[in-house]
C-alpha cells in the first residue's frame, strides 16, 4: 500500500465499535507490512490502548495560553474586555477578571493590554501519549476532567500524523466541534453504524457531516443481523458505499469485553479486515496518493 493517507473512523454515536474497527484495521495493516499510524482522538475518553496494549514512550502535559492578571499594573482601562468575545475576560468597575474555561487562546487581551497587565500563562488541557505496537506508531490524547478545550488537544494528537504513513484517526462519536475537529483535513471517512433504528438515525447525522465538510466516506456494518435491512436500504438509496459488514457475533463480544482483538478471536474478522484494507488502498490509489 502507497504512503501518505488518513483514514478517519467516526460513528453518529458512541458503543457502535468504532474503536473496533480503528484498531483492528491499524494492526491489520501493520502486519500486512503499512507504514501505518494509530492516533486515539477520542480525548474525553479513550481506549483504542486497552486492545492495542502500546508500549507508551513518551507522556508529556499539552497546555493552552490564558490570560493572567497583574493588578499592580492594571489601570483598568477595559480595553481586553472589549476585545474578548468570549466573556474570559471582563472589565467591571475598573477590575479585570479572568474566567479561564471560557478563554479561546486567541492572544487578543494581552496583545491590545497597553501596560503589560495581562500576560500568557500555561494551562494544563490534558496529555499525549505516544510509543509503538510492533510496527505499529500509537498517538492517544487525554483530556483533563472538566475542561473542555477538546477541539486543541485533538489538534496535537493529529499533529503526529506523518506524511509518509497510512494514519488510522479513532474520531470522538457524534457530530459536535470535537468530530469536526478531528476530521478535518482527513482523506477519507469510514462510518460505523449497527443496524438498529437508533444506528439508522445517527448515521443519517453522520452522513450529513461528511457531506457538509465534502469528504469522500463509506460505511462499516457493525453487528450485522441484530436489526434490519433498513440501515442497508439506505446506504444504497443514498448512494453509500458500504465498505463492510462485521457479524453479531458472540465470540466478538467476548473478545471485546477482555480487550482483546476481534481479528485474533475470530478467523472470519481477520478476512474481513483484510478486504477492508484492501478496499482503503482502492480508494487511495483514486485519490491519487
Known sequence: MSDGFVVAIASGKGGTGKTTV????????????DAVQYLDCDVEEPNGHIFLKPDVSEQRDVTVEVPEIDPAKCTGCG?????????????????????????HSCGGCWRVCPTGALQPKPLKIGSLQTG?????????????????????????VKAWIRPDALAIVDVPPGTSCPVVAALRG??????????????????????????????????????DGIGDDKTASY??????????????DRRIAE??????????????????????RDTIDTVRRECGN
Open 79 to 103: 480595553r481586553c474586555g472589549e476585545i474578548c468575545q468570549y466573556g474570559a475576560v471582563v472589565s467591571v468597575s475598573g477590575q479585570v477578571l479572568t474566567f479561564e474555561p471560557l478563554c
Open 132 to 156: 509503538r505496537v510492533g510496527q505499529l506508531d500509537f498517538a492517544s490524547g487525554l483530556l483533563e476532567i472538566g475542561h473542555v478545550r477538546t477541539p486543541s488537544l485533538i489538534g496535537e
Open 22 to 33: 480503528a484498531t483492528n484495521l491499524a494492526k491489520i495493516c501493520a502486519e500486512a507490512g
Open 255 to 276: 473478545a471485546y469485553s477482555a480487550g482483546q482483538m476481534i481479528t485474533e478471536a475470530v478467523p472470519a474478522c481477520r478476512e474481513r479486515f483484510s478486504a477492508l
Open 235 to 248: 446506504c444504497r438509496a443514498e448512494g453509500i458505499p458500504i465498505a463492510a459488514k462485521l457479524p453479531d
Open 186 to 223: 482527513v482523506d477519507f471517512v469510514l462510518l460505523v453504524t449497527e443496524p438498529t433504528p437508533f444506528g439508522l438515525n445517527d448515521l443519517k447525522l453522520a452522513v450529513g457531516l461528511v457531506r457538509e465538510m465534502q469528504l469522500p466516506f463509506a460505511v462499516v456494518i457493525n453487528r
